[in-house]
Structure formats: C-alpha cells, structure tokens
C-alpha cells in the first residue's frame, strides 16, 4: 500500500496555501471548517493556481449542497464532509458533490477559477468523514455508497465521541477497533481509508493501520519545522 502523504492547511492565506502545493506532498486538504478558510480566500487560493501538482480537497463547514457546490464551483478537485452518520448522508453527501445524472449539484464555475477555463464537467473527489460512534456502526452501509471515494477519520473527534484517548484509538488493533474496522470497510468497498494525522508518530501509527491518505503535517506545523530547521543552520553556521 502507497501512502500518500497531505498537509492540512488552516490559515486561510491564498499564498501560503499556493506554495504549499509545490512542497511535494501528495494533496492538500483546506480546512473551511476549523480553519480559516471561507468563501473568498478560497476563491484566492483557486485563482493563483495554475498548474495543478497536489490534490486539493476542501474539508467544507457541513454536510450542506450549497457549500460543497461552492467549493467545487470554486476549483476544488474534491471535497471532505463532515459529522456523517449515516449511508443516506453520505449519499446526500455525493448527490451535492456530482452534477446529474449522478447528483443534484448545478453546473456554475467561478469565473476566473481553473473550473472556468473548459467546457467539461470534472468528476470531483468526495469523500466524507467517520468521527461518531454512529457512524462506526454504520461503516458498511457508508462505504459502500455509490459514487463515495474515501472516509476519512478525525482521529481526536472519534476518540471523544468513543469516549477514548486519541492515542487508545490509534494504538487499538483488536478485532472489533474502531481504525481497523473503517479500514476493513473501505477494502471492501473498493474506496480509500483516509485520516487526520498532524504529527509525524500519528501518521505511523495511521500507516501501520492500513490507511493511505494522511495528512501527515499542518500549514504552521510545516512553518515551525522549516524554522527550527533554519535556526540549526544559522547556528552551525555562526561555530
């Protein structure tokens, strides 16, 4: 199994999130949720991006057609949905994300966005989130929605919702664990297992778990390594 590896970007800047994806990762994943990404500095990010070199999904506010019109509209090439806990919300999930005959989704890009500049519809990426315990008792029936493409896992609102350590969770390979049940189901499916990871040990322990899409660090935290890294330098430096 190839990992491959995103950075979860939450600062809402255009520019950094720019230049995050020609960092080298594999996708990027803007959060409009936690983060601070709304409307427009979505639209920004989109209408900078000229060659397309990472994956850049938009982890949307909510389960809602409007906003996952919105981003998709805006040049997004797939969305994350959140608090889904059941297969009629993932396929309301879906349904919002495609353009008929598969879903509901209008066809509108923003002008000025990537999705402008053709006449062809994309297929966007949709892939929805299992952070309840509702939702891992309905993994099956979630995975094998039609036209879904991975569930991810908010690692630390599934711990609280389970009532466990993020760390219990992760470490949790017994049959009937939460992480290699989602696993399992996602395999069975034919769909991608995906997780918030945000540290380096976290995305081992994702890894070992059998998932493959990781965001294995944050926009600050790539900040904070990239300066901690040119203070070593500065100070080997100045010896």
């Known amino acids: 199994m190839t990992t491959k590896p995103g950075v979860w970007v939450t600062l809402g800047d255009a520019r950094t999130a720019a230049e995050l994806e020609h960092a080298g990762f594999d996708w990027l994943g803007l959060d409009a949720q936690h983060g601070h990404f709304d409307d427009r500095s979505l639209r920004d990010f989109f209408a900078l991006r000229r060659d397309r070199e990472a994956t850049v999904l938009v982890r949307v506010a909510a389960n809602d057609p409007t906003l996952i019109g919105r981003a998709l509209d805006a040049g997004a090439d797939g969305v994350i949905v959140p608090l889904i806990d059941t297969a009629e919300h993932a396929e309301a999930a879906v349904a919002a994300a495609h353009c008929p005959p598969r879903g509901r989704r209008s066809w509108g890009p923003l002008p000025g966005t990537p999705a402008s500049r053709g006449t062809e519809v994309p297929v966007p990426f949709c892939a929805v989130m299992v952070e309840t315990s509702l939702a891992v008792e309905n993994l099956d029936a ?3 929605t039609p036209g879904l493409d991975m569930l991810f896992v908010g690692p630390f609102d ?57 965001a294995a660090a944050t926009d600050t935290g790539v900040l904070h390594l990239g300066s901690a890294a040119a203070r ?3 100070s080997a430096d100045d010896s």
């Open 142 to 144: 979630i995975a094998a």
């Open 158 to 214: 599934l711990s609280l919702a389970l009532g466990l350590d993020v760390d219990d969770l992760l470490s949790d390979r017994s049959e009937h664990a939460p992480l290699p049940a989602i696993v399992r189901a996602c395999r069975t499916a034919g769909i991608l297992a995906g997780a918030y990871a945000g540290s380096l040990d976290r995305t081992r322990a994702l890894q070992e778990q059998g998932f493959a899409w990781i």
């Open 232 to 234: 070593a330098g500065l």
